[in-house]
């Protein structure tokens, strides 16, 4: 599979992958759709309900930025991520995300607990979402798959029903997607849904709620 990298329009480093014809993230801009839906509507959203330490899952860990951004928010976190097919080092090396901790989120070790900073700690599994077994109770989701025409797979109420069991009462799942046949199977598995403004070049968002 070849894989290779593109500037998107904030500047930001994303991954396409040629033959697929996608990339990783927005072309409007990789770091500016990360913020605006996984930290803002994701991470900072909980946390300022909760204001304790969060345990976070990433449904692809890709080129790292969004454990990246988690780590730059400063708060405590447990991380875990699964990643079917990590990418090659000299993409890694090339990103152009400008934080150091960057380089230590890919180099530590696949398959075990590993601290980067003194506030945050993550778990990277190398296993397809179907094969992973989860490791922790978690309270929020990046569920950041590739598109449903793309991964249709990763899409379905068998996939949601697994992410609504690894969430604890009142956690959030949230995702870029906002199409009606991925809001229903949300819906079809106990998620409560609700659709945000998206970030540009994308109307809408989406997060969805376990039960408290």
């Known amino acids: 599979m070849q894989r290779n990298l593109v500037i998107t329009k904030d500047g930001s480093h994303s991954v396409e992958i040629p033959e697929w014809q996608v990339s990783y993230h927005s072309m409007h801009g990789a770091v500016q759709e990360s913020m605006h839906v996984f930290i803002e509507a994701g991470l900072k959203y909980w ?17 790292g ?15 875990e991520a699964v990643e079917a097919f990590p990418l090659e080092q000299e993409i890694t090396d090339a990103l152009n995300y400008g934080m150091p901790e960057l380089a230590r989120l890919h180099s530590c070790a696949w398959n075990t607990v590993v601290p980067v900073t003194d506030t945050f700690s993550i778990k990277k599994v190398q296993a397809s979402l179907q094969e992973y077994a989860p490791g922790i109770v ?23 029903a697994k992410m609504y069991g690894m969430l604890s009462p009142g956690g959030v799942l ?8 991925v809001r229903r199977a949300m819906q079809a598995v106990g998620f409560m849904v609700e659709k945000l403004p998206g970030p ?6 989406i997060r969805a709620y376990a039960n408290e």
């Open 47 to 63: 946390w300022n309900k909760h204001r304790k330490e969060c345990r976070v899952f990433e449904m692809g860990f890709g080129t």
């Open 200 to 205: 540009p070049g994308k109307r809408e968002i």
């Open 65 to 79: 930025l969004n454990a990246l951004l988690t780590v730059n928010t400063g708060l405590k976190a447990i991380y």
């Open 138 to 160: 978690v309270d929020v989701i990046y569920y950041d798959a590739f598109a449903p025409d793309v991964q249709p797979e990763l899409w379905t109420e068998p996939m949601f």
């Open 174 to 181: 949230v995702t870029y997607c906002s199409k009606g046949a």
